[in-house]
């Protein structure tokens, strides 16, 4: 006896043809602060989460050895001012002699070369101690720009080096997701194509478009790089969060099935439709479907089944492959 069972007409229904991927989202306002000179961190000044200005002193390394360079660069810039006046008040006499005619012009031009040395070295000695000064200005090291402090994985005490990382400063707003696509699908690829950041349920978070394409394909994983400009003004997302990222490839006209109608073994879906035969009867058989990502409660059909077609929703369990069923709406 044929099985009564519930069907519902599958329908072309305008869907967006989209692809998930595992996306990281980094800051575009985010600075790495790293020393630019090597030596033990003495003081901290601010905390892990702290807002800070631009200028603001963040920590400081020990200058001692600096400062002693400094001082020993001005002490010999003293001295040399100190031959730079001898220099001078020499040549000033022999100027006078040369002048009176008591001394020749060979003294006049030695004294007059010393005068220049001496000049010269001031300057070269003035230069040092300006370059040893800027130097020690890096000991203490500041806030590039506003925002807020990162994490700070240095201690006083620490020795650190140009290499050594020691805090970031992320100023909040604007993201970018880093979106990695198999080069299959790069010839589809397109600045401004639709993005979405969806959550682990599947809501969207933030929409966004591709803003950049990688004219190179990553030799390890032969994926291509895309960025997106991701808002972020309620500060849902952080630097360096993995994101779901569904790329919208396009929008089709395509028939759809409740998700309940569906059923899966491995990898391959299937469905049973309510076919007719001549006799005015119908019998129920399994198609084998493609689907793409679900739209709410129902399954894009890519493949399996045509629009206009009657689909079992109630009593799969039950059916087999010809079997005889009776379709209420």
Not at 93 to 106: E, I, T, W
Not at 190 to 211: F, M, Y
Request: charged fraction near 20%.
């Amino acid at each position: 006896m044929a099985i009564a069972v519930k069907v519902a007409v599958a329908e072309d229904v305008p869907v967006d043809d989209t692809t998930e991927y595992v996306a990281t989202l980094k800051s575009r306002d985010s600075a790495v602060i790293m020393p630019q000179v090597e030596g033990v961190i003495t003081d901290i000044y601010v905390h892990s989460g702290e807002q800070v200005a631009t200028g603001t002193p963040l920590m400081q390394i020990d200058p001692s050895k600096q400062q002693a360079t400094v001082k020993s660069q001005q002490d010999a810039r003293a001295a040399q001012e100190a031959n730079l006046k001898y220099a001078q008040q020499q040549y000033d006499r022999v100027s006078g002699l040369y002048a009176a005619g008591v001394v020749s012009k060979q003294e006049l031009d030695q004294a007059k070369t010393a005068l220049e040395a001496a000049h010269a070295q001031v300057e070269s000695l003035e230069a040092q101690v300006h370059e040893q000064q800027v130097q020690l200005k890096y000991y203490k090291v500041d806030a590039p720009r506003g925002g807020i402090v990162g994490d700070i994985p240095v201690r006083v005490g620490d020795r650190v080096t140009t290499t050594t990382m020691l805090t970031t400063v992320d100023k909040p707003g604007t993201l970018e997701a880093y979106v990695y696509v198999p080069v299959e699908r790069s010839g589809q690829l397109k600045v401004k194509l639709p993005v979405q950041i969806v959550d682990s349920d599947g809501k969207v978070i933030t929409g966004s478009r591709i803003s950049f394409i990688s004219p190179q394909v990553d030799n390890t994983t032969q994926t291509v790089l895309v960025k997106s400009l991701i808002g972020n003004n309620n500060e849902r997302l952080r630097t360096a969060q993995f994101i779901r990222a569904r790329i919208i490839w396009g929008r089709r006209q395509t028939p759809v099935v409740p998700v309940l109608a569906v059923s899966r073994i491995g990898d391959q879906y299937f469905a049973f439709v309510a076919e007719p035969g001549k006799d005015g009867s119908y019998r129920a058989r399994q198609r084998p479907l493609r689907v793409g990502p679900m739209v709410g409660n129902d399954y894009p059909v890519l493949e399996g089944i045509k629009p206009g077609e009657r689909i079992i929703v109630s009593g799969t369990q039950f059916l087999v492959d010809g079997m005889p069923v009776t379709p209420q709406s």
